[in-house]
């Protein structure tokens, strides 16, 4: 690395030791001057001899990342020597430059040049002696058995050795097992030794893949045995529980479709949830049936959100002019979507049938009330009611063959298997908890082992709800005896607090442990004081008419965007500094943001933006919001506060009202930009008027 | 959540840091001065990046400083760490941050640079060092990071697919990445693995509680952060832990009261300049980091960081990077 390190601050010196030093310091100065006069004579003259090499010798020994000399000295050897020698001579040229690294290695092992000049020596020796390498690199590993430049220069000398081989099949193995053998060895010695570890895990992938299912059921568990042996001698080493965590590995995950709802007619629209945010690859198809002929619907999708790329909730609009049938479908194959946590897969396709006959939506005029949920007819999306034009992507019809776990070594197809595995693994670390009650890795690895346990059973059976309240407690635990990582235990609990408190809205899918709306929704929900940090799953609450989150740590309210139904909101009381995602909360009347920390004005109209006509866009409908207890009530308030004293009054808040048509269309004017085009997209598209509202109003 | 504040943290050295920053081009009578000569242009990037954060861009000399930059660049476009040096990804990276950063790009041949960096695209997706063909994840790093910087991410000789791809094979078992296909992670390769797949829109490739849950256990006792498992504290690990937990969101995951009081403790009293850790000799390299880490935690009056490109968020603002990614 480019700075210096480990080099230790001296004591002040005296005046006659600090000019003796700097006399000593004064012809080293000239000496390497000195040295580099030369070097630019070499350079400029072409000189290719070994006058001109042993200046480069003397350099490299003052300044080993002195690139530019590595360069001169490799052009040197090939146009003054190597060109014209034979294949001996060669080799002897070669070999001594190997010694010349090798003698400089000892000073400066972590010189990324000299590593390279020795990879530029082999590569081009006509009998590289790879042999020799690896006994070098393993007694360089000996000295200093972490040094990442060593243990990448072995991996790469077996990947050379390889290559020679030209990748027969037998010895690479055993080659690999040779190289997990050193692992063993280094990890015997030492056990806190990652750089081992991590190699290990390179090697074990490769090793299992030609042992059968028994075979490498013994292997892992070998493993397992080894972890613990590590974990009792040193049960603070994260070396071994990194390692640990790997070998149980975790469920992949599958993205649930929670279910798709028609929220307008005129013009139709559509929405999706999904329980993670996703990116669109190919739109879903849309199509409808006219006189008993299924066409496609054209229309555009967006996720709701200012990136209408990417979101939990997906919106259809159909294109104007276009009408559609008593009955609209929707199918969402596999590959339309990709997931932005990495691992996760929509398994197969999902199809929803929604009625559009019926349209009398007089229960959602003015806002979208009661959504209904469309039929899932996920698992039989061959009744499809015609043919669709198939983006690139596959109909599935049957379940795919589940893997159930990420690491490759303790692949199962068996459910059984992975809850034995599972199960073994919790009452082993439950000892060492008992043993190490005040020992953070193996509370958080038991903690791991009961979540991946709670993801192979349904989320309302009592067992799930007794994992997710131990799983609770084990965070408070880890946040008292490790307070530098409070707030990711806090965000893990979070989840696990939000997942038990959300069960009424979803229920198991048949397609497990996917989920799906129950039928019946919570019109209110109640999550105040439950320590929330932020909201995990937000498009679960697309339903919700009113959402108290009162006296929680919520810091962002971007989970906005998705609350498409909510006409009361509670925020009061949390740490948010800026209101965000407000887009589309078509329903919102009342938004109590009293006790938080919001500075500027600014701060609270910016939340305030245009998303796109239709049935989310609202003009004339107004926002009461109350801001009580913020600094923008303290702070002189900006231009848009009236005079009037804030703390006169009971509440204060802000009439927010999103404008009617006709202001929004006399502004955007001055919008047009110099090609004239208007920029519609994240305009803001309300105004506010300050008012102070009678105590006690909106309780 | 706020964290109880540590007890009694030393104050940022402000004034002295820009006063250790500017005199370093006036120590040659020291030996160091000429041995680090390869890392001149990286030097005047960590310096500049460090003044400007400090709120002293002006404390160097612009004109002074592009008219050597400009000296600094070869006939193929590329960058030496010095005059007279040979052209190499590292320092051609830093060259380009400088100019951005004093808005002087127009100094220099834009199109050679691109040609330079794109020269240097392996068929696998990788990027080479310099013409002699080392690869490494930071090379990637360097390349995407000036590329995106000149707006030529679109360039047609690009294949960054694979450069996807081969980024998500340096990925390993604890979400961490390495150098190459199988190297251990470590904090400085797992910033440049993220920085690139920010970049290029593909976070989608990394897990992101798996990663921050191993990057949050790099924080020690002392508040240090260390760039691999039961290894040292170092200062600018504060950067390269820092940055990627930045870019996934993530930063509240260590403990910042204790990182930052950690950072300050290693500035040097009596030079100015930050060191490694506590009691050793301070470098502009990790004066630049440890001031870059303070940024990303918020520090009161330092001007704010870019996380991905590591240069004054309103330089990223101006040049119109700051809401891509
Ligand atoms: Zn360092």
């Given at each position: 690395m480019e700075g210096r390190h480990g080099q230790k601050k001296e004591k002040a010196e005296s005046p006659e030791a600090l000019k003796a030093r700097e006399e000593k310091e004064a012809v080293l100065v000239r000496e390497y001057l000195g040295l580099k006069d030369s070097l630019k004579e070499i350079v400029d003259s072409n000189r290719r001899d070994n006058e001109a090499l042993k200046i480069t010798t003397a350099l490299l020994r003052k300044s080993p990342d002195y690139y530019t000399i590595w360069n001169v000295r490799r052009t040197i050897l090939k146009e003054g020597f190597l060109d014209n020698a034979n294949e001996e001579t060669a080799n002897i040229i070669y070999t001594n430059e190997l010694e010349f690294v090798q003698d400089n290695l000892r000073l400066n092992p972590k010189s990324y040049f000299m590593w390279n000049h020795r990879r530029w020596c082999l590569e081009n020796m006509s009998k590289p002696r790879w042999d020799k390498e690896l006994g070098m690199v393993g007694k360089f590993l000996e000295m200093d058995a972490r040094n990442f430049h060593g243990w990448d220069y072995r991996r790469y000398i077996i990947r050379q050795v390889d290559l020679q081989d030209g990748q027969n099949k037998d010895t690479v193995l055993a080659r690999a097992q040779t190289e997990f053998d050193f692992t063993t060895a280094k990890i015997s010695q030492n056990f806190s030794n990652y750089s081992a570890w991590h190699n290990r895990s390179t090697l074990l992938g490769k090793l299992v893949e030609n042992l059968t299912e028994q075979e490498r059921e013994a292997t892992v568990d070998n493993e397992f045995d080894l972890v613990k042996n590590a974990i009792y001698t040193d049960p603070e080493d994260q070396s071994a529980w990194l390692y640990d965590l790997w070998l149980i590995g975790r469920e992949q995950r599958s993205i649930s479709t929670l279910g798709a709802s028609v929220i307008s007619f005129n013009p139709l629209e559509i929405v999706v949830a999904f329980d993670e945010i996703v990116k669109l690859r190919h739109p879903f198809t849309v199509s409808t049936r006219i006189d008993h002929v299924a066409i496609p619907l054209a229309g555009e999708w967006r996720a709701t959100g200012s990136d209408a790329s990417l979101g939990s909730v997906w919106i259809f609009q159909q294109a104007p002019e276009v009408e559609y049938g008593p009955s609209v479908e929707v199918v969402i194959f596999s590959d339309d979507i990709c997931a932005v946590r990495a691992g996760s897969t929509l398994p197969a396709a999902v199809c929803f049938e929604l009625e559009t006959l019926n349209q009398d939506f007089a229960s959602i005029s003015g806002r979208l009330g009661r959504l209904e949920i469309g039929k899932n007819l996920m698992y039989d999306v061959t009744k499809r009611i015609g043919p669709i034009a198939e983006p690139a992507g596959n109909l599935e019809t049957q379940e795919r063959s589940k893997k159930h776990l990420v690491t490759s070594l303790t692949t199962s197809g068996s459910m059984d298997d992975r809850v034995a595995l599972l199960d073994r693994e919790i009452a082993s670390v439950r000892e060492l908890v008992e043993l190490e009650p005040d020992c953070k890795w193996p509370i958080q690895i038991l903690s791991t082992l009961l979540s991946e346990l709670r993801k192979t059973m349904s989320i309302h059976s009592s067992r799930a709800k007794e994992i997710d309240d131990e799983c609770i407690e084990l965070q408070e635990k880890l946040i008292s005896i490790d307070p530098l990582r409070q707030e990711r235990y806090e965000d893990r609990r979070t989840q696990l607090v939000f997942d038990r408190e959300t069960l009424s809205i979803v229920k198991d899918s048949k397609r497990l442990p996917e989920v799906e709306f129950a039928e019946n929704q919570p019109r209110d929900l109640d999550l105040s004081m439950r320590g929330l940090t932020h909201i995990p799953i937000s498009s679960y609450f697309i339903h919700l008419d009113t959402l108290n989150l009162d006296s929680n740590a919520i810091t962002s309210t971007r989970f906005l965007r998705n609350l498409l139904s909510v006409r009361r909101l509670n925020l009061s009381n949390n740490l948010i500094e800026r209101l965000e995602g407000v887009q589309h909360a078509p329903s919102l009347e009342f938004l109590s943001l009293e006790g938080n920390q919001i500075a500027k004005w600014e701060d609270v109209m910016a939340g305030f933006v245009f998303w796109r006509e239709g049935k989310l866009s609202r003009t004339g409908a107004t926002v009461k919001v109350l801001l009580g207890l913020n600094p923008v009530v303290e702070n002189e308030g900006g231009e848009y506060v009236l005079e009037k004293r804030w703390e006169d009054v009971g509440e204060v808040g802000v009439q927010i009202q999103w404008q009617t048509d006709e202001v929004r269309l006399a502004e955007e004017v001055q919008l047009r930009d110099d090609e004239g085009v208007i920029h519609m997209e994240g305009t803001r598209r309300v105004s506010a008027t300050v008012v102070e509202f009678d105590a006690g109003a909106g309780h | 959540m706020s964290h109880s504040p540590a007890p009694s943290s030393p104050e940022l050295l402000l004034d002295q840091h820009v006063k250790y920053i500017k005199e370093l081009d006036t120590k040659k009578n020291d030996l160091e001065y000429w041995l680090t000569e390869h890392l001149r242009v990286n030097g005047l990037y960590w310096g500049t990046t460090a003044l400007h954060l400090l709120g002293r861009p002006e404390a160097l000399d612009h004109d002074q400083i592009v008219e050597y930059l400009v000296k600094c660049q070869h006939d193929n476009g590329g960058f030496g760490g010095h005059i007279d040096h040979d052209p190499h990804i590292l320092s051609t990276l830093s060259a380009v941050q400088v100019l951005i950063t004093y808005d002087r790009l127009d100094a220099i041949n834009v199109d050679r640079v691109v040609d330079y960096i794109t020269s240097l695209h392996n068929p696998d997706g990788t990027f080479s060092g310099d013409a002699w063909g080392e690869t490494d994840t930071r090379f990637i790093f360097c390349a995407l990071n000036?590329?995106?910087?000149?707006?030529?991410?679109?360039?047609?000789?690009?294949?960054?697919?694979?450069?996807?791809?081969?980024?998500?094979?340096?990925?390993?078992?604890?979400?961490?990445?390495?150098?190459?296909?199988?190297?251990?992670?470590?904090?400085?390769?797992?910033?440049?693995?993220?920085?690139?797949?920010?970049?290029?829109?593909?976070?989608?490739?990394?897990?992101?509680?798996?990663?921050?849950?191993?990057?949050?256990?790099?924080?020690?006792?002392?508040?240090?952060?260390?760039?691999?498992?039961?290894?040292?504290?170092?200062?600018?690990?504060?950067?390269?832990?820092?940055?990627?937990?930045?870019?996934?969101?993530?930063?509240?995951?260590?403990?910042?009261?204790?990182?930052?009081?950690?950072?300050?403790?290693?500035?040097?009293?009596?030079?100015?300049?930050?060191?490694?850790?506590?009691?050793?000799?301070?470098?502009?390299?990790?004066?630049?980091?440890?001031?870059?880490?303070?940024?990303?935690?918020?520090?009161?009056?330092?001007?704010?960081?870019?996380?991905?490109?590591?240069?004054?968020?309103?330089?990223?603002?101006?040049?119109?990077?700051?809401?891509?990614?």
């Open positions: - | 000036c590329l995106s910087l000149l707006k030529r991410l679109d360039d047609k000789r690009l294949n960054l697919d694979k450069t996807i791809e081969y980024i998500v094979r340096c990925r390993n078992f604890d979400g961490g990445f390495g150098s190459a296909p199988g190297g251990e992670s470590h904090a400085a390769q797992v910033y440049v693995c993220v920085g690139s797949l920010t970049i290029l829109g593909a976070q989608q490739h990394i897990d992101a509680d798996q990663l921050g849950w191993w990057l949050s256990e790099r924080q020690l006792k002392n508040g240090g952060l260390n760039g691999r498992p039961e290894k040292l504290e170092d200062v600018c690990y504060s950067w390269w832990v820092l940055s990627s937990l930045s870019m996934l969101k993530r930063v509240h995951w260590i403990d910042g009261a204790k990182l930052t009081k950690f950072i300050l403790e290693a500035q040097d009293t009596e030079t100015g300049g930050i060191s490694d850790r506590p009691g050793n000799l301070p470098d502009v390299f990790h004066t630049n980091f440890g001031i870059c880490g303070l940024s990303l935690l918020g520090y009161p009056g330092l001007v704010v960081v870019d996380p991905i490109y590591c240069m004054p968020r309103h330089v990223i603002q101006r040049i119109g990077l700051a809401d891509k990614h």
